[in-house]
């Protein structure tokens, strides 16, 4: 998984409450990102990073904040979890500066009831 | 919105045969990926073929790009059990490469 762990690997949490998991990556990579997978809508972006405190939003960003303090560090938010957003989700970072390819973490798997 | 869109949606064979995932998309883009996903992790960085090839080759993958009909395929020959997995076509755009889109996937079924 290139050096990137996240955290927790499984949560279950309640309507409401806020949620932050985390992206660890120990290459001291430029560009992270924060995917969600649903069945039927495949991998979408919710945030990626450029640099320490440089980010922007992706295509379903909407519930979610990020921040990146650290460079190896990337941690996504939900404020005020709701059942839409029950999925998995992957951190990614890129390892070409000119072609990105990326690559991935082994996922969370976020419940709210 | 997706810009890439993985046909078919499944696909099921037999050990030994050839699998083949096509990838349309709706705009310019400096390179496209594939990648592959076991059940349950994260997803493979597979090939990356830049928009100026038409075709790519790493061990018994095969890529093909034709930008003027906006579309990939995926080639997998001599297929195993372990090919089992989904197959993802990621795009980016000729505004930028740091951001990908992924299509929705194929499933590839590889039976023994």
């Known amino acids: 998984d290139a050096g990137i762990t996240q955290s927790p690997r499984h949560k279950v949490t309640e309507t409401g409450t806020p949620v932050t998991l985390r992206c660890h990556q120990t290459?001291?990579?430029?560009?992270m990102y924060w995917y969600r997978q649903d069945p039927g809508h495949g991998l979408r972006l919710i945030h990626y990073s450029y640099g320490v405190k440089d980010t922007d939003k992706g295509e379903v960003s909407d519930g979610y904040s990020v921040s990146r303090s650290k460079t190896e560090d990337f941690l996504l938010t939900l404020e005020s979890a709701t059942s839409s957003q029950t999925s998995v989700y992957f951190c990614?970072?890129?390892?070409?500066?000119?072609?990105?390819?990326?690559?991935f973490g082994p996922g969370t798997r976020l419940t709210v009831t | 919105s997706q810009q890439g869109e993985e046909d078919p949606q499944a696909l099921s064979i037999q050990e030994g045969e050839n699998a083949t995932m096509n990838c349309s998309y709706k705009t310019s883009i400096n390179n496209l990926q594939w990648y592959r996903q076991n059940s349950g992790r994260g997803l493979v960085h597979l090939i990356l073929i830049r928009s100026n090839e038409r075709e790519k080759h790493s061990g018994r993958l095969r890529v093909t790009l034709d930008t003027s009909k906006k579309s990939s395929s995926l080639l997998i020959t001599a297929s195993r059990a372990a090919d089992t997995a989904s197959y993802f076509c990621a795009t980016d755009s000729v505004g930028g490469s740091e951001k990908l889109v992924f299509g929705k996937g194929t499933k590839l079924t590889v039976n023994p």
């Open positions: 990614a970072i890129s390892v070409g500066e000119v072609r990105h390819e990326q690559y």
């Open positions: 290459e001291n990579h430029r560009y």
